[in-house]
């Protein structure tokens, strides 16, 4: 039996495409032996999806920090939402959807950016009040750099911006308190050449991806490398290393481990150990384990998204939250991976989620196939509270 995917690649923030791919792979097919069992998930995953709460109506990017929830809505302006004190900020800051993401949130801060030729500005804005500017620099746009200009590459870390300049020097900008400083060069440390698509700063500990492809394109791999602003050597900590995230000093990826096997894994800066994260999600307690799940579907890993007090991921099933801490997989959101290829058909697209507390963000879009169309809406931003499943 094959099983059927549907999969979008987006254009850009306001449009996207579907097409419809076929897994053949026996390894992933549902049990040919059962297709009874598909019809009851499906029942199931139409049931499940259909108790998620509407929380925005238009949503082109979402991201979230601490207790926060944070998304640009169809007014093309940024809002947030604090799960802990309930309280909503309507912001008026000026938000570029030329740029990707169009924002940063660190703990006390929002980091937006405009690009124009050559050039950065990145500006810092409280985040409590709708429009409180904190300091705004200019930064200029390596050659190399240039050909991914439309990406905020900066990373945050208690209250200090970091970005890297076209030599591979690594700055630290402090805002309200004067110019960036320059803290060390990545050739000083080994690494030559080659691009920085992304990185991060946690304490002294300084997480880069780095790879040799000029195609911005290419901005999801490359070698993982572990460097102290305080010295020493690079370390190397995987060769190719395939959607990373960051999270607190850590990285997740996925990364082959034979020539069949993509698996996920996390790295810890502090204590320099890396993590089977596919092991750790087949060993997890998931909350539908009463539906008879094969661990062989559930603990495929296609993709990875960090998440403040865990992590996100998602299979052939769908996409679920997991907390190490309590070893426990909460469902997010299920796919209806079995279905037949019929006009007049209706799907939902997921695009991600973002947990903040005890209540998951989900963004997704509905489309509708007829003879010769497809037509869909613009995503959306549902709500799940985790503490009630």
């Known amino acids: 039996m094959s099983s059927y995917r549907w999969s979008c690649v987006g254009a850009a923030f306001l449009s996207s495409s579907c097409v419809i791919e076929v897994n053949t792979d026996p390894r992933l097919a549902p049990p040919t032996e059962e297709e009874a069992w598909a019809e009851q998930f499906n029942d199931l995953a139409d049931e499940f999806n259909a108790s998620l709460d509407v929380f925005a109506k238009e949503a082109f990017v979402i991201s979230g920090v601490g207790s926060r929830f944070f998304w640009v809505g169809g007014d093309e302006r940024l809002h947030s939402y604090d799960v802990s004190s309930m309280k909503r900020v309507d912001y008026e800051i000026p938000i570029s959807l030329e740029v990707y993401p169009p924002f940063k949130v660190g703990a006390d801060a929002i980091i937006t950016a405009e690009y124009s030729i050559g050039v950065w500005e990145f500006s810092a804005y409280a985040m409590d009040e709708p429009n409180a500017l ?5 930064w200029p746009v390596g050659a190399i750099e240039s050909l991914g200009a439309s990406r905020l590459r900066v990373a945050l870390d208690d209250g200090s911006v970091y970005l890297f300049d076209s030599q591979k020097v690594l700055h630290r900008w402090r805002p309200g308190m004067g110019a960036p400083e320059p803290l060390f060069s990545l050739a000083d440390r080994g690494l ?5 698509p992304k990185f991060s700063v946690h304490s002294d500990d300084v997480l880069v991806l780095k790879n040799n492809e000029l195609d911005p394109a290419y901005d999801e791999s490359g070698a993982l490398w572990h460097v102290q602003i305080s010295g020493g050597e690079a370390e190397q900590v995987e060769e190719s290393a395939t959607d990373l995230c960051f999270q607190a000093g850590d990285a997740l990826y996925r990364a082959w481990t034979d020539e069949e096997t993509l698996a996920g894994f996390r790295y810890s800066s502090s204590d320099r150990h890396t993590e089977d994260l596919t092991a750790l999600v087949s060993e997890a307690n998931v909350d539908l384990g009463d539906f008879g799940i094969d661990k062989r579907y559930y603990s495929h890993l296609y993709d990875l998204e960090c998440q403040p007090g865990g992590f996100t991921f998602e299979n052939n099933l769908g996409w679920f939250f997991l907390d190490p801490k309590e070893h426990e997989a909460r469902t997010l959101y299920l796919r209806r991976n079995f279905i037949s290829y019929e006009k007049d058909y209706t799907f939902e697209v997921y695009l991600g989620a973002v947990v903040v507390e005890h209540v998951a963000f989900l963004w ?12 869909c809406t613009p995503p959306a931003v549902y709500t799940r509270d985790l503490s009630a499943h």
């Open 134 to 138: 904190i300091d705004t620099i200019t």
């Open 192 to 196: 030559l050449g080659g691009r920085i």
């Open 364 to 375: 997704r879009y509905t489309c509708a196939l007829g003879d010769v169309t497809l037509d």
